[in-house]
Nanobody, 129 residues
C-alpha cells in the first residue's frame, strides 16, 4: 500500500524559493496522480497543483500559476514541488496526496481533495520577513 511523506518545509523570506518533495513507499507512485494541497491557519484546505500518473498532465491553482512547478522525478519515487517568488499568503502546511486512476474516474488530474485517498503528514512552509 502506498505511503507518502513530505520533506522540505522551511521558513523563507518573501520573494524566496523552496522545493518540497513527496516521497512514496510501499508501492510505486507511477500509478497515481499526485496532488499538493495546503492549509493555512483558520482556512480550509485548498488544492495547489497536481500531476497525472504519466506526468504529462498538470493543473495549477490560479494563485500559484507561474510561480510553482510540479514534476515527477525520474524513477517515479518522488514528486517535487518548486515554489518561487513566495508570498506571505503561501504560508501553510503543505500535503501531498495520491489518487488512483480508478478514483479519478476518467480524469487525469484534479484539485478536488475528495479524489485523493492517500495523504502524507504535511510539511510547514512559512513565508515571513
Amino acid at each position: 500500500q502506498l505511503q507518502l511523506e513530505e520533506f522540505g518545509g522551511a521558513l523563507v523570506e518573501p520573494g524566496g524559493s523552496l522545493t518540497l518533495s513527496c516521497l512514496g513507499s510501499g508501492a510505486t507512485m507511477a500509478y497515481y496522480a499526485i496532488g499538493w494541497f495546503r492549509q493555512a491557519p483558520g482556512k480550509e484546505r485548498e488544492g495547489v497543483t497536481c500531476i497525472s500518473a504519466t506526468g504529462g498532465g498538470k493543473t495549477y491553482a490560479d494563485s500559484v500559476k507561474g510561480r510553482f512547478t510540479i514534476h515527477r522525478q525520474r524513477g517515479g519515487s518522488s514528486v517535487d514541488l518548486e515554489l518561487n517568488n513566495l508570498k506571505p499568503e503561501d504560508t501553510g502546511v503543505y500535503y501531498c496526496a495520491a489518487a488512483s486512476l480508478a478514483r479519478l474516474g476518467g480524469k487525469v488530474t484534479s484539485l478536488d481533495a475528495t479524489y485523493y485517498d492517500t495523504w502524507g503528514q504535511g510539511t510547514q512552509v512559512t513565508v515571513s520577513s
